[in-house]
T-cell receptor, first 112, second 113 residues
Framework: ETGVTQSPTHLIKTRGQQVTLRCSSQ?????VSWYQQALGQGPQFIFQ???????GRGNFPPRFSGLQFPNYSSELNVNALELDDSALYLC???????????FGNGTRLTVT | DQQVKQNSPSLSVQEGRISILNCDYT??????FLWYKKYPAEGPTFLIS?????DKNEDGRFTVFLNKSAKHLSLHIVPSQPGDSAVYFC????????????FGTGTQLKVEL
């Protein structure tokens, strides 16, 4: 069984740039969520996709957007990067609503 | 507004002893609680969960206790092992609210030989 995989593992961007992070869900999982974990904090919910539709969003501005593809892989896009966007971005998948999330190892984004 | 709180940023325990990690929440709509463990450079790994209709759930060395009236839960690890050294996150969600987890800030557990 393949787990959740994320790419890239590390990324350095400049303020104002745009970034795309990628995630492959665990096999059989049709729900994917994205979380942002700032240093010293717990993961914060960004949004969730189910069958290619966004079906939940946390307190993040519209410059954070996402996609889920028919094979249930997903992308997180962040436009107009700010220094505070520097964080670990975690992707998680689950098979049904309410079942435990399985997380990938994350993408460490640094904005300079 | 921190709806899930872990007030102890770190905990040090000797191998073989009990580790008790605590978590408090403020949102009474939460009805499902989970604990995740996180090693450096890895994503969080699901450990154990409990529904609000229960007050205890046990899985091997791990037991989670829920006190709804106090809005408090705890994770007991016994006996503690060096491999348990990690950051432990408490998380909660509301059934019907999708899988949106609200996490605490984590407790760094160190199990010493």
């Amino acid at each position: 069984e393949t787990g959740v995989t994320q790419s890239p593992t590390h990324l350095i961007k400049t303020r104002g740039q745009q970034v795309t992070l990628r995630c492959s869900s665990q096999s059989g999982h049709n729900t994917v969520s994205w979380y942002q974990q700032a240093l010293g904090q717990g993961p914060q919910f960004i949004f969730q996709y189910y069958r290619e539709e966004e079906n939940g969003r946390g307190n993040f501005p519209p410059r954070f957007s996402g996609l889920q593809f028919p094979n249930y892989s997903s992308e997180l896009n962040v436009n107009a990067l700010e220094l505070d966007d520097s964080a670990l971005y975690l992707c998680a998948s689950s098979s049904t609503a309410g079942s435990p999330l399985h997380f990938g190892n994350g993408t460490r984004l640094t904005v300079t | 507004d921190q709806q899930v709180k872990q007030n102890s940023p770190s905990l040090s325990v000797q191998e073989g002893r009990i580790s008790i990690l605590n978590c408090d929440y403020t949102n009474s709509m939460f009805d499902y609680f989970l604990w995740y463990k996180k090693y450096p450079a890895e994503g969080p790994t699901f450990l154990i969960s409990i529904s609000s209709i229960k007050d205890k759930n046990e899985d091997g060395r791990f037991t989670v206790f829920l006190n709804k009236s106090a809005k408090h839960l705890s994770l007991h690890i016994v006996p503690s092992q060096p491999g348990d050294s990690a950051v432990y996150f408490c998380a909660a969600f509301t059934t019907g609210g999708g899988n949106k987890l609200t996490f605490g800030t984590g407790t760094q557990l160190k199990v010493e030989l």
